[in-house]
């Protein structure tokens, strides 16, 4: 699996955007860019994905390079529920098969009230 | 609303000890997959099954059993427990379009 660094932590002030970057220079033409984050105490939740273009949807924003070597997940307005480890994954793209996803460490995401 | 259970939520048990974490949902999903989280080592896959009667080994099987006899549930068995399975566990399930994995709210699981 292609691998993505992330950094380890960073901090935010409440109601400011947040911009978590990710590399994955040996991404594949077919790798999806997925952003899934985990609450204290929950499972992972779904953020965003997308392939090559910007995505928008109502929890965040993915801005992909034109090369696809990096991406960034976009918090437009940061709340003190977003204080999360968020994960950045790259998946393959296949009709069939194992849908397993590889987390790596993440970025620890501390809103600062 | 769509939804992936676990029981228990937490369990404190002793060495070689059977036990059985269940994991249910609701979204008629054929795609479901059972993930251990370990400081330091993120989310590995155990198992994963892609419809009834169809389970396949993860990355790190060893010492666990799965069964999926119907769609909705996915049990995960540890057949004699190790303190080394001392672990928090996470079910999962995947949309139709293959985008969107839904996890379960984990079982923190000791063995002593």
């Known amino acids: 699996d292609a691998k993505t660094t992330q950094p380890n932590s960073m901090e935010s002030n409440e109601e400011e955007p947040v911009h978590l970057p990710c590399n994955h220079s040996t991404i594949s033409g077919t790798d999806y860019i997925h952003w899934y984050r985990q609450l204290p105490s929950q499972g992972p939740e779904y953020v965003i994905h997308g392939l090559t273009s910007n995505v928008n949807n109502r929890m965040a924003s993915l801005a992909i390079a034109e090369d696809r070597k990096s991406s960034t997940l976009i918090l437009h307005r940061a709340t003190l529920r977003d204080a999360a480890v968020y994960y950045c994954i790259l998946r393959r793209d296949s009709n069939f098969g194992n849908e397993k996803l590889t987390f790596g460490t993440g970025t620890r995401l501390t809103i600062i009230p | 609303e769509a939804q992936v259970t676990q029981n228990p939520r937490y369990l404190i048990t002793v060495t070689g000890k059977k036990l059985t974490v269940t994991c249910s949902q609701n979204m008629n999903h054929e795609y479901m997959s059972w993930y251990r989280q370990d400081p330091g080592l993120g989310l590995r896959q155990i198992y994963y099954?892609?419809?009834?009667?169809?389970?396949d080994k993860g990355d790190v099987p060893e010492g666990y059993k799965v069964s999926r006899k119907e769609k909705r549930n996915f049990p995960l068995i540890l057949e004699s427990p190790s303190p080394n399975q001392t672990s928090l566990y996470f079910c999962?399930?995947?949309?139709?379009?293959?985008?969107?994995?839904?996890f379960g709210p984990g079982t923190r699981l000791t063995v002593t």
């Open positions: 999962a399930t995947i949309s139709g379009q293959g985008y969107e994995q839904y």
């Open positions: 099954s892609m419809n009834v009667e169809v389970t």
